[in-house]
């Protein structure tokens, strides 16, 4: 499976200007399951709606690439569905402000990839 790269290098961020994982995470999975954003239901498993290993592997290695982070390759399994796993990134994300750019963004995760 090749990498949707629709979405590449775009960094959503909140009113307060913290990067925003859900509107970035539906985006990336529309394109990975082939549906509409607003069809997937966020309680609903992924796997249910077709999220296969490959896929959520791909999924994976776009967070590492997006947003800076090592990802275990269980993190969908870990975190089923859309609303587990936006809390999860919720978690792990620091607050970016978005004229930072991505130096800024791996700068802020340092800290956290240290820790591991």
Request: proline share 10%; hydrophobic share 45%.
């Amino acid at each position: 499976m090749t990498v949707p790269s629709a979405l590449t290098n775009t960094h959503p961020t909140t009113a307060g200007g913290g990067v925003l994982p859900h509107e970035w995470l539906m985006d990336r999975l529309s394109l990975y399951l082939r549906r509409a954003p607003e069809s997937i239901d966020p309680g609903v498993p992924l796997a249910e709606y077709g999220m296969d290993s490959v896929a959520a592997l791909s999924l994976c290695g776009d967070l590492e690439d997006e947003f800076g982070l090592e990802v275990e390759p269980t993190l969908l399994w870990d975190h089923p569905t859309v609303t587990a796993l936006v809390r999860h990134l919720e978690q792990v994300l620091p607050a970016i402000p978005p004229a930072a750019g991505a130096g800024a963004l791996s700068a802020a995760l340092a800290p956290a990839r240290d820790q591991r």
